[in-house]
Protein backbone atom coordinates (compact mmCIF):
# COMPACT_ATOMS: atom_id res chain seq x y z
CA UNK A 1 0.00 0.00 0.00
CA UNK A 2 1.40 3.83 -1.14
CA UNK A 3 1.79 5.69 1.75
CA UNK A 4 0.08 9.28 0.85
CA UNK A 5 2.26 12.82 1.94
CA UNK A 6 -0.53 12.85 4.64
CA UNK A 7 0.55 9.61 6.32
CA UNK A 8 4.14 10.64 5.92
CA UNK A 9 3.63 14.03 7.28
CA UNK A 10 1.77 12.81 10.10
CA UNK A 11 4.38 10.24 10.83
CA UNK A 12 7.02 13.03 11.03
CA UNK A 13 4.64 15.04 13.77
CA UNK A 14 4.45 11.93 15.53
CA UNK A 15 8.26 11.40 15.59
CA UNK A 16 8.97 14.37 16.82
CA UNK A 17 6.69 14.58 19.58
CA UNK A 18 8.17 11.45 20.94
CA UNK A 19 11.35 13.30 20.67
CA UNK A 20 10.47 16.20 22.76
CA UNK A 21 8.75 13.84 25.17
CA UNK A 22 11.55 12.04 25.30
CA UNK A 23 13.71 15.51 25.91
CA UNK A 24 11.32 16.40 28.46
CA UNK A 25 11.81 13.44 30.75
CA UNK A 26 15.88 13.38 30.12
CA UNK A 27 15.55 16.97 31.56
CA UNK A 28 13.82 16.40 34.30
CA UNK A 29 15.59 13.12 35.41
CA UNK A 30 18.80 15.46 34.96
CA UNK A 31 17.60 18.28 37.66
CA UNK A 32 16.02 15.34 40.04
CA UNK A 33 12.35 15.62 39.46
CA UNK A 34 11.76 12.14 38.80
CA UNK A 35 7.67 12.24 38.92
CA UNK A 36 7.48 14.87 35.91
CA UNK A 37 10.03 12.75 34.28
CA UNK A 38 8.46 9.63 34.61
CA UNK A 39 5.53 11.17 33.38
CA UNK A 40 7.16 12.35 29.96
CA UNK A 41 8.49 8.67 29.37
CA UNK A 42 5.26 6.98 29.83
CA UNK A 43 4.19 9.46 27.35
CA UNK A 44 6.63 8.29 25.03
CA UNK A 45 6.17 4.82 25.54
CA UNK A 46 3.14 4.99 23.93
CA UNK A 47 4.25 7.39 21.08
CA UNK A 48 7.54 5.33 20.76
CA UNK A 49 6.14 1.88 21.75
CA UNK A 50 9.60 0.14 19.59
CA UNK A 51 12.11 2.73 20.91
CA UNK A 52 14.29 1.74 23.98
CA UNK A 53 14.31 5.26 25.10
CA UNK A 54 11.77 5.43 27.15
CA UNK A 55 12.53 2.72 29.05
CA UNK A 56 16.03 3.32 29.65
CA UNK A 57 14.54 6.76 31.75
CA UNK A 58 12.15 4.41 33.38
CA UNK A 59 14.51 2.39 34.57
CA UNK A 60 17.07 5.33 35.50
CA UNK A 61 13.91 6.87 37.42
CA UNK A 62 13.59 3.52 39.40
CA UNK A 63 17.19 3.32 40.10
CA UNK A 64 17.06 7.16 41.71
CA UNK A 65 14.28 5.71 43.50
CA UNK A 66 15.78 2.49 44.48
CA UNK A 67 12.97 0.59 43.10
CA UNK A 68 15.33 -2.27 41.73
CA UNK A 69 13.11 -4.68 40.46
CA UNK A 70 11.11 -2.02 38.29
CA UNK A 71 14.33 -0.57 36.94
CA UNK A 72 15.55 -3.92 36.19
CA UNK A 73 12.17 -4.74 34.76
CA UNK A 74 12.22 -1.67 32.41
CA UNK A 75 16.20 -2.08 31.23
CA UNK A 76 15.27 -5.56 30.35
CA UNK A 77 12.56 -4.07 27.96
CA UNK A 78 14.52 -1.81 26.67
CA UNK A 79 17.26 -5.00 25.89
CA UNK A 80 14.49 -6.79 24.04
CA UNK A 81 13.11 -3.54 21.91
CA UNK A 82 16.83 -2.97 20.63
CA UNK A 83 19.63 -5.74 21.51
CA UNK A 84 22.50 -2.85 20.69
CA UNK A 85 20.64 -0.65 23.53
CA UNK A 86 24.40 0.32 25.53
CA UNK A 87 22.48 1.96 28.07
CA UNK A 88 20.31 -0.20 28.98
CA UNK A 89 22.79 -2.78 29.57
CA UNK A 90 24.78 -0.04 31.55
CA UNK A 91 21.38 0.08 33.77
CA UNK A 92 21.41 -3.68 34.32
CA UNK A 93 25.03 -3.54 35.48
CA UNK A 94 23.78 -0.70 38.04
CA UNK A 95 21.35 -2.74 39.27
CA UNK A 96 23.41 -5.95 39.62
CA UNK A 97 25.96 -3.39 41.26
CA UNK A 98 23.53 -1.89 43.80
CA UNK A 99 22.38 -5.61 44.65
CA UNK A 100 26.27 -6.69 45.39
CA UNK A 101 26.01 -9.24 42.36
CA UNK A 102 29.60 -7.69 41.07
CA UNK A 103 29.84 -10.87 38.62
CA UNK A 104 26.87 -9.76 36.63
CA UNK A 105 27.49 -5.92 36.90
CA UNK A 106 31.21 -6.94 35.52
CA UNK A 107 29.74 -9.03 32.43
CA UNK A 108 26.79 -6.17 31.84
CA UNK A 109 29.27 -3.34 32.21
CA UNK A 110 31.61 -5.42 29.40
CA UNK A 111 28.64 -6.08 27.17
CA UNK A 112 28.01 -1.97 27.06
CA UNK A 113 31.35 -1.48 26.19
CA UNK A 114 31.53 -3.86 23.84
CA UNK A 115 28.50 -1.52 22.16
CA UNK A 116 30.10 2.00 23.53
CA UNK A 117 33.49 2.04 23.87
CA UNK A 118 33.21 5.76 24.79
CA UNK A 119 30.82 4.84 27.67
CA UNK A 120 32.76 6.87 31.13
CA UNK A 121 29.95 5.21 33.09
CA UNK A 122 30.73 1.97 32.23
CA UNK A 123 34.02 2.24 32.14
CA UNK A 124 34.02 3.43 35.90
CA UNK A 125 31.38 1.02 36.63
CA UNK A 126 33.70 -1.97 35.45
CA UNK A 127 36.68 -0.83 37.72
CA UNK A 128 34.52 -0.28 40.45
CA UNK A 129 33.47 -3.85 40.55
CA UNK A 130 37.06 -4.80 39.24
CA UNK A 131 37.86 -3.93 42.77
CA UNK A 132 35.74 -5.89 44.60
CA UNK A 133 36.27 -9.13 42.21
CA UNK A 134 40.17 -8.61 42.02
CA UNK A 135 39.94 -9.06 38.42
CA UNK A 136 41.20 -6.11 36.20
CA UNK A 137 42.68 -7.30 33.02
CA UNK A 138 39.89 -6.09 31.01
CA UNK A 139 39.33 -2.96 32.41
CA UNK A 140 42.82 -1.57 31.31
CA UNK A 141 41.92 -2.59 27.74
CA UNK A 142 38.16 -0.40 27.88
CA UNK A 143 40.22 2.13 29.76
CA UNK A 144 43.34 2.13 27.44
CA UNK A 145 40.63 2.96 24.41
CA UNK A 146 38.52 5.40 26.27
CA UNK A 147 41.67 7.39 27.20
CA UNK A 148 42.90 7.46 23.44
CA UNK A 149 39.81 9.39 22.53
CA UNK A 150 39.79 11.63 25.44
CA UNK A 151 43.41 11.92 26.69
CA UNK A 152 42.23 15.06 28.96
CA UNK A 153 39.91 13.02 31.08
CA UNK A 154 40.86 13.05 34.57
CA UNK A 155 38.19 11.00 36.08
CA UNK A 156 39.37 7.85 33.64
CA UNK A 157 43.26 8.75 34.00
CA UNK A 158 43.44 7.72 37.73
CA UNK A 159 41.78 4.73 37.36
CA UNK A 160 44.04 3.61 34.69
CA UNK A 161 47.44 4.91 36.79
CA UNK A 162 46.11 2.79 40.05
CA UNK A 163 45.78 -0.42 37.18
CA UNK A 164 48.95 0.13 35.72
CA UNK A 165 50.79 -0.02 39.16
CA UNK A 166 49.43 -3.02 40.52
CA UNK A 167 50.13 -4.77 37.15
CA UNK A 168 54.02 -3.96 38.03
CA UNK A 169 54.31 -1.04 35.04
CA UNK A 170 55.31 1.46 37.24
CA UNK A 171 56.58 3.93 34.11
CA UNK A 172 53.14 4.22 32.51
CA UNK A 173 51.44 4.94 35.62
CA UNK A 174 53.89 7.57 36.31
CA UNK A 175 53.97 9.22 33.31
CA UNK A 176 49.80 9.38 33.19
CA UNK A 177 49.74 10.30 37.47
CA UNK A 178 52.33 13.30 35.82
CA UNK A 179 49.72 14.17 33.08
CA UNK A 180 46.92 14.69 35.36
CA UNK A 181 49.10 16.40 37.54
CA UNK A 182 49.61 18.94 34.77
CA UNK A 183 45.76 18.90 34.22
CA UNK A 184 45.37 19.00 38.07
CA UNK A 185 47.76 20.55 40.35
CA UNK A 186 45.82 19.99 43.68
CA UNK A 187 44.82 16.31 43.07
CA UNK A 188 45.86 14.57 46.06
CA UNK A 189 45.29 11.42 45.17
CA UNK A 190 47.30 11.46 42.06
CA UNK A 191 50.31 13.01 43.88
CA UNK A 192 49.75 10.12 47.17
CA UNK A 193 49.73 7.71 44.34
CA UNK A 194 53.01 9.26 42.55
CA UNK A 195 54.78 9.02 45.53
CA UNK A 196 54.09 5.26 45.73
CA UNK A 197 54.85 4.90 42.17
CA UNK A 198 58.58 6.66 42.43
CA UNK A 199 58.91 4.76 45.65
CA UNK A 200 58.27 1.30 43.44
CA UNK A 201 60.97 2.59 40.77
CA UNK A 202 63.24 3.41 43.08
CA UNK A 203 63.42 0.13 44.39
CA UNK A 204 63.22 -1.54 41.19
CA UNK A 205 66.24 0.47 40.34
CA UNK A 206 68.33 -0.35 43.98
CA UNK A 207 67.41 -3.90 43.06
CA UNK A 208 68.79 -3.93 39.46
CA UNK A 209 72.05 -2.19 40.62
CA UNK A 210 72.80 -4.97 43.08
CA UNK A 211 71.69 -7.70 40.93
CA UNK A 212 74.38 -6.76 38.34
CA UNK A 213 77.04 -6.46 41.02
Request: net charge negative; proline share 3%; with cysteine.
Amino acid sequence: MEQTEGDTSQQHDSTQHYEVLQELGDCYTSVGNYEEAQHYYGKAAVLGPDEPGPYVGLGAVALQKNLLDDAETAFRVACRLDANCARAYAGLAMVAQQRANYKLAFEMYLKCLELDTDSPLALLGLFQTSCQMGSFAKVTHYLELYLNMHPDDASVMFPLAALYMKDGRLEQSKKILLDLLILDRDNQDAANLLEEVEHGLAQEKTRTYFEKQ
